[in-house]
């Protein structure tokens, strides 16, 4: 995927760090467009539902001035806010429209010596070595097309860290990780669907042969790996859908990945918000909202209802154990 812009947003402050004069020189033929809060822009904010696609070709950047670290107990022991949020790519469930609504635009945040140092100091203090998920704003593989921001991660944790970093991806650009000095600090997780969902949801990103090589190439240059089936999507076909998936990820994934990989497996969630955008700027896409299936969870959330939950869970775990049970199940969510 080539990433076009039509615009940059950016904070006069950005101009002051290294990577803002880097990103300054790269996007030199665009219009820059000077911001003074990248979580308020007034005249994207005012947008409607319709213009998303159009937002999305903004980049913006600034500064992160917000660093609160949330507990999580899944992979890791913390999400923590880092180098980028939004992104590039538009599928349609992204779980960050529910936090950003329109503005889902993909932002960088140059000072990220900051963020890694306070990120350092975090894992030395703490009692016990703890895993930080990076990746919970954006996808930073496609970041780091953009930023180098995982290589300068990567290396620095690995030099300087205690604990591990991991993040989830959908694209397949691996190649300039491959040669680091991560010292196995760095957990890499590739998230999949079958193809058809690929095509039809998850536009923008990469196809799913490539991540599986991605994947593999990653788990040969020694990172600890995982696979994350997420988000299971109960189309009318999914069990044709899923059943075909896991027997391709049985046929492709290199034995180093099914020897020391695990599995995550995340159900869809889906929002008011993610719909009312969905409905006005894609009227031909695939609907993801199903009343049937699914059943409110909160402050505009829909998921899916108990029942189907159970049999997605017990086929999946069912299908998983015949083709790939070396690797282990960490949790069904
Ligand atoms: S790749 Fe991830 S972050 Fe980007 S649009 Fe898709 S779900 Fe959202």
Redesign the pocket.
């Known amino acids: 995927m080539k990433m076009l812009f039509d615009a940059v947003y950016y904070e006069p402050a950005a101009l002051r760090f290294e990577l803002g004069q880097m990103l300054r020189a790269k996007y030199a033929a665009l219009p820059w467009i000077e911001i003074e809060n990248h979580n308020y822009i007034p005249e994207l904010a005012a947008a409607g539902n319709h213009d998303f696609p159009k937002l999305k070709r903004h980049l913006i950047i600034g500064l992160r001035k917000t660093h609160k670290y949330v507990p999580n107990h899944k992979v890791s022991d913390w999400l923590v806010p880092y180098t980028s949020s939004?992104?590039?790519?538009?599928?349609l469930?992204?779980?960050?429209?529910c936090n950003y609504n329109k503005c889902?635009y993909l932002r960088l945040f140059v000072n990220r010596e900051q963020m890694l140092n306070r990120l350092l100091k975090r894992a030395a203090a703490a009692p016990a070595p703890q895993t930080f998920e990076i990746g919970s704003n954006?996808?930073l593989l496609?970041e780091n097309t953009i930023t180098n921001n995982l290589i300068y991660t990567i290396v620095r944790f690995a030099q300087e860290g205690r604990g591990q970093l991991t993040f989830p991806?959908?694209?397949d650009r691996v190649t300039p990780l491959l040669g680091l000095d991560h010292k196995g600090k760095t957990i890499f997780r590739m998230?999949v669907n079958p193809e058809e969902i690929i095509d039809r949801i998850?536009w923008?990103?990469s196809p799913l042969r490539a991540r599986i090589h991605a994947l593999n190439a990653m788990a040969e240059a020694g990172y600890p790996v995982g696979l994350l089936l997420a988000p299971v999507i109960l189309l009318p076909e999914w069990k044709r859908l899923y059943g075909r998936l896991i027997e391709q990820l049985s046929d492709e994934l290199s034995q180093k990945v099914k020897q020391n990989g695990f599995i995550e497996i995340i159900l869809m969630t889906y929002s008011f918000v993610q719909n009312a955008i969905n409905t006005d700027a894609f009227p031909n896409a695939v609907k993801l909202f199903d009343q049937e299936t699914m059943t409110g969870r909160g402050r505009g959330k829909y998921c899916y209802r108990n029942e189907a939950r159970l049999e997605a869970g017990s086929f999946l775990r069912q299908r998983l154990s015949e083709r790939l049970g070396s690797m282990p199940i960490l949790y069904i969510s």
């Open positions: 939004g992104c590039r790519a538009m599928c469930y992204c779980y960050l429209v889902s954006s996808d496609l991806t959908k694209f998230s998850e923008g990103t």
